[in-house]
């Protein structure tokens, strides 16, 4: 008990020193500028405070600073010549495909299944498919609300809703 009270004087103490040393800084002696002219040192207490704007213009080097050996010499920018793409196009030996008349009529969703039951008409046939199911050579690749996307001898479609 007896040491902790010593020890809290102290440090109180030392806090009064420390704030005191700031206060005394900051509001204490006001500092004299001495300045040697040819009759001694003569005090100065009215000091200028202007500034002059100091400009200067910065110089292009034309060596390198970190290898005084080697003349510094900036690459010269390469020219990149644009190559026109010329495609010569082969006449299409390929027969333009004709897809079978496909209407989409909407969907059913179970609740046990996760995947929609999608009624198909193709070629005045109704047909039942689930995504990614294939009839008469049609897959069905996704089925959204109002739209199915469909692929038919890898061409890919999609048809709206009626």
Do not use: C
């Not at 204490?28 to 009759?39: I, L, N, R």
């Not at 500034?51 to 080697?70: G, I, R, V, Y």
């Not at 190559?83 to 059913?108: E, L, N, Q």
């Amino acid at each position: 008990m007896m040491n902790k009270r010593y020890l809290n004087t102290a440090l109180m103490v030392l806090l009064v020193i420390v704030w005191g040393a700031v206060i005394y800084k900051f509001f204490g002696k006001k500092k004299t500028v001495m300045t040697y002219q040819d009759s001694g040192f003569v005090s100065n207490n009215n000091m200028d405070f202007t500034f002059s704007k100091d400009t200067f213009q910065l110089e292009l080097l034309n060596e390198d600073p970190f290898k005084a050996s080697k003349p510094f010499s900036r690459p010269n920018p390469i020219k990149v010549a644009k190559v026109k793409s010329t495609s010569v196009s082969k006449p299409s030996s390929k027969k333009p495909i004709t897809w079978p008349t496909i209407s989409y009529h909407g969907f059913v969703k179970a609740n046990g299944n996760a995947t929609k039951l999608i009624v198909l008409k193709i070629d005045n046939t109704l047909y039942r498919i689930r995504e990614n199911e294939t009839i008469n050579a049609i897959k069905l690749i996704k089925a959204y609300d109002d739209s199915l996307k469909i692929a038919f001898n890898k061409d890919q479609k999609t048809i709206k809703r009626q």
